[in-house]
């Protein structure tokens, strides 16, 4: 977890006197969510945010005692434990502030609330012109404090004219509602806006916080902004650091024109080693990982799949190479080996996604095993 503490002080630093808040939603976007927050916290972070309440709930378990933020207003139902975990939920309903206010009565403690305006990506957010009643129907509620106001960009990660005019018409109607609430008398604390992207390529968007998730994570959400964030921080950059590996578990000589795995897909160009891998599309491996030439790391080479991922193996194409590729040899499917490097980038642009998709789709059954300085057993490495 030492790459994910790193990348946090880099970013803390970066967006320095904001604050940085760690996404860790989605387990982590995959990784863990657990070590990725102590990771993000002991690097600087101050703040973390999820998406669900039960993530929160897990965390504050796990005796996380940072600022938890819901990224969205929770279910009525879901009120009771948010305020009962300390968690910070966002509201942007009537229906929300006023479930919340009871919630908040009942426990008896007071809760801070941070106000989410949609000022264009049209997922979650009050309307702009909603916002000062809303922050007054939270005023009118004793138990709620309004912590913050915020919102959430579209297109941050876009390089042509159109996107950067896009969000710069993002922050200036967040602007006018921040300046509405102060008329009315609501100041909230904070004010955050930027996701990874905001917070490198537009430091007008950094406020008093910044919600960071894929960077953390050691991932830009696109080259140009890696270049951008190279350019601020002296040449520093961000360190993957997930490294998803398995081993060989079954390996076959076959000769040329066999075809291996499921519809008999592609026939070998010659006699090979084909190596048989436990992991699978159940596990994250994109099905069309190999009509699309995905390649893995073997013995600090490339090997290309040598026939469709299946749902608990896949099959490698070794070659007729000695030394033979034999069972128990470390498969490294995304990350480092020798001076070998797969990335969930990579995938992703094969596969005509983006690299959190890739991330987040590593399934349940692939132990997460934290290496490193984190917490937990360290065995070297990242
Ligand atoms: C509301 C909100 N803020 C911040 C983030 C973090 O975005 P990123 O991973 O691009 O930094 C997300 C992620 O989807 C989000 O939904």
């Known amino acids: 977890m030492g790459a994910a ?4 002080a880099l970013l803390a630093g970066l967006v320095a006197p904001s604050q940085l808040c760690a996404v860790v939603k989605a387990d982590g976007y995959g990784h863990g969510a657990l070590p990725l927050a102590r990771a993000a916290l002991a690097g600087g972070a101050t703040w973390l945010a999820v998406a669900l309440v039960e993530e929160g709930v897990a965390l504050r378990d796990a005796g996380i005692e940072a600022p938890i933020l819901l990224l969205s207003e929770p279910p009525t139902a879901a009120m009771a434990d948010a305020v009962g975990h300390r968690l910070v939920p966002t509201v942007y309903t009537p229906e929300g502030v006023r479930a919340l206010g009871r919630a908040a009565d009942r426990s008896g403690a007071p809760v801070d609330v941070h106000l989410k305006v949609d000022t ?3 997922r979650v957010g009050a309307d702009p012109d909603d916002a000062v009643a809303l922050a007054a129907a939270v005023a009118d509620q004793p138990g709620l404090r309004l912590g913050a106001l915020w919102t959430h960009l579209a297109v941050a990660d876009g390089a042509d004219e159109e996107d950067r005019a896009f969000t710069a018409t993002q922050l200036h109607r967040f602007g006018v509602v921040a300046g509405a609430l102060a008329d009315a008398g609501h100041r909230p604390p904070l004010t955050h806006v930027a996701n990874s992207a905001g917070a490198i390529a537009f430091p007008e968007a950094r406020c008093d916080l910044v919600r960071c998730g894929i960077a953390l994570y050691g991932y830009c959400p696109t080259p140009a902004l890696a270049g951008a964030l190279a350019g601020a921080t002296g040449g520093r950059r961000l360190e993957p650091v997930l490294t998803l590996r398995a081993e060989v578990a079954f390996t076959r000589r ?12 592609r026939p070998l160009p010659g006699g090979s080693t084909v190596a048989t891998v436990p992991i699978g599309y159940a596990d994250g491996v994109p099905r069309r990982l190999f ?4 390649e893995v790391l073997i013995g600090g080479a490339r090997r290309p799949l040598a026939g469709v991922v299946t749902m608990d193996q896949i099959v490698v194409d070794c070659g007729p190479g000695a030394p033979p590729v034999a069972a128990g040899d470390e498969v490294v ?12 980038t990579e995938w992703a642009d094969l596969l005509g996604t983006i690299n959190y998709e890739i991330l987040c789709d590593i399934g349940p059954r692939v132990p997460r095993r934290v290496v490193g300085d984190g917490p937990g057993p360290a065995d070297g490495g990242d």
Request: aromatic letters at 2%; a positive charge; glycine letters at 22%.
């Open 5 to 8: 503490r790193r990348n946090a």
């Open 120 to 122: 264009g990506m049209h």
């Open 254 to 265: 076959l000769a040329a024109g066999e075809r291996p795995s499921y519809g008999r897909r």
């Open 291 to 294: 009509d699309v030439g995905g």
């Open 333 to 344: 499917l995304l990350g480092r080996q020798g001076g070998q490097e797969v990335s969930a």
